[in-house]
């Protein structure tokens, strides 16, 4: 990220990963998100993170009011979207559960809401890597003073049943800039 001439770096509060040290088989509880395991990956990951930072929600308030949210994913919520499809196939009645479900920043909206943060909220399909992009993009809205922090999340559901669902999340906030 360039600003005017010099590099900005952002620094890591904290972080956190999925699947959690010591629980390669661990699976985040479903609570009240159908089909899919993408939102409660999303969220609990996301949780873990601002819980390493603040405890319990919500963030004080100073600094949630100016904290952006932001989903890095290469494929989404691939197990919503085929459930909306095969219902819409099939001519049935989509759950309305599903429908608010199947906007990628549903599990955004809900964490968002219990921890106070009230920054912009975007999801990105990256181009290359998801982390890269995100923090590329993270350091973007920290530069522009879009948000005094970004919850930077990358998560993808495992792509075939030998993988794991994968999440990583980090609470930035700027950095110094250097030459």
């Known amino acids: 990220m360039t600003d005017r001439g010099h590099h900005r770096r952002s620094v890591v509060l904290c972080e956190a990963h999925w699947p959690p040290p010591g629980a390669p088989a661990a699976r985040p509880e479903q609570g009240r998100f159908l089909h899919s395991r993408f939102p409660p990956l999303v969220a609990a990951v996301a949780e873990e993170c601002l819980r390493q930072r603040y405890g319990e929600p919500p963030a004080p308030p100073a600094r949630g009011e100016r904290t952006a949210v932001l989903l890095s ?22 759950a309305k559960p599903l429908l608010f479900q199947s906007a990628p920043t549903a599990a955004l909206g809900q964490l968002a809401a219990r921890w106070g943060l009230a ?5 990105i399909t990256p181009l290359g890597d998801r982390l890269q992009d995100g923090l590329a993009l993270a350091g973007r ?17 495992a792509a075939g049943p030998e993988e794991a669902d994968t999440a ?10 250097s030459p």
């Open 141 to 157: 809205l920290l530069a522009l003073d879009e948000a005094a922090q970004v919850l930077l999340i990358c998560a993808d559901l």
């Open 73 to 94: 994913s290469l494929r989404a919520d691939e197990p919503t979207a085929a459930a909306v499809a095969e219902a819409v196939r099939a001519r049935a009645q989509v």
């Open 119 to 123: 920054g912009p909220m975007l999801s």
């Open 168 to 177: 990583h999340a980090l609470l930035l906030e700027p950095g110094s800039i």
